[in-house]
């Protein structure tokens, strides 16, 4: 399977397709005309907002506030707009790997294709030809955009349940805390 690589993406997105309770998640990358999406869990996308953040909030600390490294989304790269359509899943993410460039000042962001072939660590920039990877290097401002669309897209979702923290379905919920006991 080969390594999809986008250098510098015109746009690098989470989005969904489908409605709360029966969403599909997907990362997607577009340079040009061309579009690479691949599917991956709701926790997937969290879980790859988080560490970005989190990696970001480290280099501008560790730098003392470089401003190739921005505290908060720019403006100018706020992106609210649907996935591209129409959306083909290429491979379903298993792994991802994140790391910082410094010589590019730039993320490097790996989904690679899940497998049956245990819980190996991927590597950056490793090539195993039997798994396809999504490979993307974004600026530190795009990643920053990156998070916070993907937070909004996961937060998007069902509503939770007052009492017991469960999603809210449209049809019905069945709250196990309704028992007769508010403890």
Known sequence: MPVISFEQPDRFVAGVVGEPGDRAFYLQARDGRRVTSVGLEKFQVTLLAERLEQLLDEILRRAGGDPQVPAVTPAELRDDGPLDQPVEEE?????????????????????????????????????????????????????????????????????????????????????????????
């Not at 690679?112 to 993307?136: M, N, S, Y």
């Open 91 to 183: 491979f379903r993410v298993g792994t991802m790997a994140l790391a910082w460039d410094p010589e590019d000042e730039r993320v490097v962001i790996e989904a690679q294709e899940v497998t049956d072939g245990g819980d190996a660590e991927p590597e950056i920039g490793g090539t195993d030809p039997a798994v396809a990877v999504l490979r993307v290097r974004i600026t530190a401002a795009q990643a920053r955009a990156f998070a916070e669309r993907a937070l909004r897209v996961v937060a998007a979702g069902r509503p939770p349940c007052p009492l017991c923290g469960l999603p809210l379905d449209a049809v019905g919920h069945v709250c196990p805390r309704q028992n007769g006991y508010l403890g």
